[in-house]
């Protein structure tokens, strides 16, 4: 079972702005990985580190950290933002990569 | 351009095997770590396994250690994951995916996986 827990539905009105969260212990000492995958589609790394955007990723997409949560937060949601959102770190024992639950975003 | 392709899926009845392959371009393989990240149907992300550079380290998800094998070629910038006593819970998506990358300094840690090929579908079923 993942370590990495997330809100499985989220909505946001288009052009408003959504935050989506990741809950676990080991994102008190280390950041998420964030990957947006759309129907039939591969994931897209999104957001790396405490907050860095892949080349091609639109500066509406944004990374925090606080506690033992993760966030990545869409400002201005778009109609091509409405995809899964998953997670990604390394456990607290820092022997395994787990991804979170997933959070279907709905714009 | 960074491109990581797979083939190899289809078809299998319960306890046979497959081979599973990814062909990277765009980049020195052999500087990444690689990985294989599955998705059932209508599930979410599963890392299966991921191996380093030179192969000397490896990590499996504990439902397929004993079952499944990881391996790469540098030299034909591949890599490859080899399955065994398939079952039907292994039914996915495979995909291939460079990385983890990682970055560990004093207060911070992380790690992501940059590319991911667009997959290739395993079926276990009689």
């Known amino acids: 079972s993942s370590e990495l827990t997330q809100d499985p539905d989220v909505s946001v009105a288009l052009g408003q702005t959504v935050r989506i969260t990741c809950q676990g212990d080991?994102?008190?000492?280390?950041?998420a990985s964030w990957y947006q995958q759309k129907p039939g589609q591969a994931p897209v790394l999104v957001i790396y580190g405490k907050n860095n955007r892949p080349s091609g990723i639109p500066d509406r997409f944004s990374g925090s950290s606080s506690g033992n949560t993760g966030s990545l937060t869409i400002t201005g949601a778009q109609a091509e933002d409405e995809a899964d959102y998953y997670c990604?770190?390394?456990?607290?024992?820092?022997?395994?990569?787990?991804f979170g639950t997933g959070t279907k975003v709905t714009v | 351009e960074v491109q990581l392709v797979e083939s190899g899926g289809g078809l299998v009845q319960p306890g046979g095997s497959l081979r599973l392959s990814c062909a990277a371009s765009?980049?020195?393989?052999?500087?990444?770590?690689m990985s294989w990240v599955r998705q059932a149907p209508g599930k979410g992300l599963e890392l299966v396994a991921s191996m380093m550079q030179d192969g000397t380290e490896k990590y499996y998800v504990d439902s397929v250690r004993g079952r499944f094998t990881i391996s790469r070629d540098n030299a034909k910038n591949s890599l490859y994951l080899q399955m065994n006593s398939l079952r039907a819970e292994d039914t996915a998506v495979y995909y291939c995916?460079?990385?983890?990358?990682?970055?560990?300094?004093?207060?911070?840690?992380?790690?992501?996986?940059?590319?991911w090929g667009r997959g290739t579908l395993v079926a276990v079923s009689s």
């Open positions: 765009g980049f020195n393989f052999n500087e990444f770590w």
């Open positions: 080991s994102l008190s000492t280390k950041y």
């Open positions: 995916a460079r990385g983890p990358l990682g970055v560990v300094v004093i207060t911070t840690a992380y790690w992501y996986y940059d590319f």
């Open positions: 990604n770190s390394r456990d607290t024992s820092g022997n395994h990569h787990a």
